[in-house]
């Protein structure tokens, strides 16, 4: 259902050539694209016009980068303005200095308050502290029940109160409990609410105000659409809580409210919940986030490799010889340990936009390419520099040398040739900008 | 600097409770020749009711063609109101969301599916005080064995609402459970079957595998059963709703889906992408927690609540 941003940007690309600067005029079409792409991940309308303006902003003037398709750089100016949107780190929980410290929990109903109540419980057990879990959820039928199942489960107790207790005297009696009891946290899981019940955001108000929490974190389902604005900015109006939970990222959600919240908040995303299991909490990565909003797997992680292990001066040489037909067996070594620098080549044949939809199950064979290596290094100097000399005879002693049997000496100076061939052709639509890996074709 | 952003967004959000028909009546009326910028206005408004692109821009494409058909428009206002309350209201085919009214099977058998925390149980319970207002007896199926006191919570909305209920130990095979609950819905002569199922996502293929065969148990237990299968959706949720409709469907045949938790300020739009995409028709509307927060789900009503603030 997804398409990858890049591959649509390709599109938008198509009249852009390789040289010159990312302009106002090619980056429009280009900036729809990502909008597009942005609005189908549930970033809020509004967030996504600003953040589109931001990127146009540091995109344009850029100089087009040799390695990687202008599509691809765009998608990495605009992935690295959405990491820096959502906190460039991760950030973890906060406690007081002085126990007990308390963390509560508030959101929308259903949005995975009580779930992950018990696993920031099991989490922090597991880091020796000795949490107290409060349920104050008065409201749904066996929401009281329900977590303390879930603290018998993950080994937490669970302070609750006969029922009709008011909420904000569960929480005060809690924390006299805690102190009783030495417990160093307490975590409070507070009832859904919805944003525009005055009542019950009163409540919650109420109960920050008797228990001044360390940490309150807004628990909203990943999956949340455009109201996720609405929603996150009311309770922070009414809280200032200060962290976000994003739960059921286990699903295929491109979980757009990630930024829209970030963006009217500013407050820091704390934890993803991925899966119903009370292990299922984990830190949240901003970049991981970026990559699932824009919908593209790794092709960053291909394009930052690129960046970071072909050096500009290298590519613009094997460039310039593919251009005057000069390139040669030595060149083509060279060529081999570059993209062998970045990293397994099944991995990055993957990470080409269209290569993994298209081959599903291709393999690259590692082993394939030290035999190449071994009969390149077999060859002489002269040999390297002008393949067209390597006649039968020459070809049996570069087979002998390199232990390899001649069918496969044969068949590499045959794809040496065909590469050739299509560099040339390349090298007429070099202007392009792609990256050229003519081996793994 | 957070809170100028706050304030802008504040603003913003006020400006959405003024009333979009306001707004966009506004639009037109200082820009009558209905340009790119007022079609753009609209769009906004239809994506941030979770309308979702596709469906929004070909709305707002179809609403271009109609301007640029050079029909004399007396008056731009209403004409671009109507043209979207049409537009919307054809994909929505409310006629086709009509409730079963006569029911013909004893028992009727209606199957809740749906992801985690949207509103199956409650709905169920709301249901259940739906048909017990009719003076039918009602049965419930504590199908969710999986999730902490999800038995107690539908067994609290069985004494609330009058209905008997069928249940199982925790970690009980919900297949089994259902199939119980049909025997004894009809020894004891129940009107309505309402069965209760775990939340599960729909990427999950070992819990759709799941209610695949609780539906083939139910069938078993009652052939031509569940006479419903209805999918229940969170309003608040975005485009992942379009995605979870189709999973389901294809696992388990919708007949419906119940649009949960309206009472807040999300819009629900995604159901126009999923009725675009499906055929699906909305049965219901959740308006709150309480066993009388059920609607019937109506079609113009929704269709203007879009437009309102
Ligand atoms: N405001 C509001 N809350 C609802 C509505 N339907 C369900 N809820 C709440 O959403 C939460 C999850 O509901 P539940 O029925 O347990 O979801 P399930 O996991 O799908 O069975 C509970 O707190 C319900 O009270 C609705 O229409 N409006
Ligand atoms: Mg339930």
Redesign the pocket.
């Given at each position: 259902m997804f398409e990858l941003l890049t591959e649509r940007l390709e599109g938008a690309f198509k009249k852009l050539r390789g040289h010159g600067r990312l302009s106002e005029s090619n980056i429009d079409e280009a900036m729809r694209e990502v909008r597009r792409a942005l609005l189908e991940a549930d970033v809020n309308y509004k967030v996504a016009r600003s953040f589109i303006a931001k990127v146009k902003e540091e995109a344009i003037g850029q100089e087009v980068l040799k390695t990687v398709s202008p599509s691809q750089q765009v998608v990495k100016v605009v992935h690295d303005q959405l990491v820096g949107l959502m906190g460039n780190q991760s950030a973890g929980l906060t406690l007081s200095e002085t126990p007990p410290s308390v963390v509560m929990m508030v959101g929308l109903?259903?949005a995975g308050k009580t779930t992950t109540s018990g696993k920031l419980g099991l989490l922090l057990k597991s880091q020796g502290k000795n949490p107290l879990l409060v349920a104050a959820d008065v409201y749904?039928p066996a929401a009281v029940d329900q977590l303390r199942i879930l603290g018998e489960q993950v080994g937490v107790p669970v302070y609750h109160a006969p029922e009709g207790t008011d909420p904000v005297d569960i929480c005060k009696q809690a924390m006299d409990r805690a102190t009783e009891n030495h417990h160093d946290v307490v975590i409070l899981d507070t009832a859904?609410r919805?944003h525009v019940d005055d009542e019950r955001m009163d409540e919650v108000f109420n109960i920050r105000e008797a228990v001044t929490p360390s940490d309150i974190l807004f628990v909203c389902d990943a999956m949340t659409g455009q109201d996720a604005v609405a929603a996150a900015s009311a309770f922070y109006e009414k809280l200032n809580f200060t962290g976000v939970v994003l739960t059921r990222m286990d699903s295929d959600t491109r979980g757009g409210a990630a930024l829209s919240i970030r963006e009217v908040t500013g407050v820091p995303i704390k934890f993803i919940g991925t899966s119903e299991k009370p292990e299922g909490l984990e830190i949240f990565h901003p970049d991981r986030m970026a990559s699932r909003i824009l919908g593209m797997g790794d092709v960053l992680t291909l394009v930052e490799r690129a960046q970071s292990t072909i050096d500009e001066d290298q590519a613009k040489k094997i460039e310039q010889k593919l251009r005057t037909a000069s390139f040669t067996f030595d060149d083509f070594l060279e060529q081999m340990a570059q993209i062998r620098k970045m990293g397994p080549l099944d991995q990055l044949m993957k990470m080409i936009p269209g290569v993994s939809k298209a081959m599903p199950d291709m393999q690259v064979d590692e082993g394939a390419f030290s035999h190449i290596e071994a009969i390149i290094f077999s060859m002489t100097k002269d040999e390297r520099a002008k393949p067209h000399i390597i006649n039968g005879s020459r070809r049996k002693r570069i087979a002998k040398g390199s232990g390899q049997n001649i069918q496969e000496v044969n068949k590499l100076i045959k794809q040496f040739n065909m590469m050739q061939k299509m560099m040339k052709r390349m090298s007429r639509m070099e202007k392009s900008g792609r990256m050229a890996m003519p081996m793994l074709q | 600097m957070l809170s100028r952003l706050i304030d802008k967004f504040k603003k913003g959000l006020a400006k959405t409770r003024e009333g979009m028909v306001q707004k966009i009546r506004e639009v037109i009326r200082l820009r009558p020749k209905l340009d790119e910028e007022t079609l753009e206005e609209i769009e906004e408004i239809l994506i941030q009711a979770d309308v979702g692109i596709d469906p929004t821009l070909r709305i707002i494409d179809s609403l271009r063609e109609r301007i640029a058909s050079g029909e004399k428009v007396e008056d731009p206002e209403n004409m671009v109101q109507e043209f979207l309350e049409d537009e919307i209201r054809k994909i929505l085919q409310p006629e086709k969301a009509a409730p079963v009214t006569e029911i013909s099977n004893k028992p009727h058998v209606i199957l809740i599916v749906?992801v985690?925390?949207?509103?199956?149980?409650?709905?169920i319970g709301k249901l259940a005080q739906k048909f017990a207002n009719e003076g039918k007896k009602v049965l419930l199926a504590a199908g969710?064995t999986f999730?902490a006191a999800a038995i107690e919570?539908l067994d609290i909305w069985a004494t609330r609402t009058g209905s008997d209920i069928v249940k199982h130990q925790p970690g009980a095979d919900s297949a089994s459970v259902a199939f119980d609950a049909l025997q004894a819905a009809q020894s004891r002569g129940s009107d309505i079957v309402l069965i209760d199922t775990a939340?599960r996502l729909h990427t999950k293929v070992n819990l759709m595998e799941e209610v695949k065969k609780i539906r083939r148990v139910i069938d078993k237990a009652l052939p031509g059963a569940p006479h419903e299968t209805l999918l229940?959706l969170d309003a608040t949720t975005g485009q992942n709703a379009v995605t979870q409709a189709r999973q389901f469907h294809e696992t388990c045949e919708l007949t419906g889906l119940i649009l949960?938790?309206?009472?807040?300020t999300a819009k629900g739009g995604v159901v126009i992408a999923i009725a675009d995409d499906l055929d699906l028709p909305v049965r219901f509307v959740?308006?709150?927690?309480g066993p009388d927060?059920l609607d019937d789900f109506d079609a113009e009503n929704f269709v203007r609540a879009l437009f309102e603030g």
């Open positions: 109903q259903g749904r859904g919805l | 749906g985690n925390g949207v509103g199956k149980t409650t709905s969710d999730r919570q939340g229940v949960a938790k309206l009472d807040g959740g308006l709150g927690e927060d």
